[in-house]
């Protein structure tokens, strides 16, 4: 019996719900509810549009193949801004030297307006980006924020602009077309030489490092950053020190498959730190990783572990493996700063020499 309450209770629910629902269907449904009347743009949404514009004006370089951005080499100004600060007493009145600027002399820019008295330019291949006034203007306007900036005034270094090219001021800036080991400056007239993602091109690094020795003051500083792969596929960076560094530089080294400024040469991170030691520098730095929080992050993105596994070191070249290790192999990233050994003297009276001293 309690079965026969039970099926005719179900029963009688699924009747009712029934004719519930036949009940709806013929109810018409309910009007939308009024649209409320929209408001006119107010004068807060002019001035966002007007700032999204010009965001979207400053990032246009940002979306061009290959095109590295104003807030790229702000990024690299505060990276150097920072090692220096940590190496020299200031930056008030120091001779800088970048190898390998690339697209653009911001970062020299922003030394300059830091109190650098000038700034030198070093690269093979000049970049015809390198002019755009757009590029200078933005880094300049974002860069204000940072107090260290404001030492001089920016209309001292960009002068005008003529066409959409700048024109900075020779009596800060200056770019010379010329390679790392032949740079052209003076013996002992750089207080501070620094390169971003540049020493991996080099044909030949022990050469350049020399050369860097002999244009540093006793004291002075270099600074480097880069990631040592494969520039043919960033997913495959180990691909090229499976070919003896030879065979490699004659297929692929300066004027051959690669363009001359895309070679990447086989040399590790463990291979630059003798080498700065061979010439006699001292290492005052010496990390796998970026100290700067964009560069740190992009790089921990792109290769979240710097190992690479058994099977791929058996097929590492012979000559690459001897007399290294499988992680100084497999580390990517390197960060580097030496110091050129002997005392300089700052320009203030009064100041006692000591090493590392930036002179005037």
Sequence with gaps: MAVKRTFILALGLAIAAALWAMKAMEEPPAPPPAAKPQAGPTPADARL???????????????????????????????????????????????????????????GVLFVSAGARHYFGIDLYQDPAIHNALAYRTALGLAYVDPDYRRRDPAEIFLREDKGKAVLNPQY???????????????????????????????????????????????????????????????????????????????????????????????????????????????????????????????????????????????IAPSIRAGRTREEVSQIYITVVVRKPGQTCAAAPGAQCRPGAASR
């Design 49 to 107: 549009q007007a700032q999204l514009r010009i965001l979207d004006e400053w990032r246009v370089q940002d979306r061009l193949p290959g095109g590295r951005s104003p807030f790229y080499f702000l990024a690299v100004a505060g990276m150097f801004k920072h090692l220096a600060q940590q190496a020299l007493p200031s930056l008030e009145g120091i001779t800088i030297a970048e190898i390998g600027p690339g697209s653009s002399l911001i970062p």
């Design 173 to 315: 800036i200056t770019y010379l077309n010329r390679p790392a080991y032949d740079t052209g400056l003076a013996s002992d007239s750089v207080d501070f030489l620094y390169s971003m993602a540049t020493i991996e091109h080099l044909d030949d690094p022990e050469r350049s490092i020399a050369e860097w020795k002999r244009v540093l003051k006793p004291g002075g500083i270099s600074a480097h950053h880069a990631a040592l792969v494969d520039h043919r596929d960033f997913s495959k960076p180990y691909e090229y020190l499976k070919i003896e560094p030879d065979a490699w530089k004659a297929q692929f080294g300066p004027g051959k498959t690669y363009p001359e400024y895309d070679y990447v040469n086989s040399w590790r991170a463990i291979d630059f730190i003798r080498a700065f030691r061979k010439a006699g520098f001292e290492v005052l730095r010496n990390e796998p990783d970026a100290p700067h929080p964009y560069f740190d992050e992009q790089n921990r993105r792109t290769y979240p572990t710097q190992l690479m596994g058994e099977a791929e070191w058996a097929q």
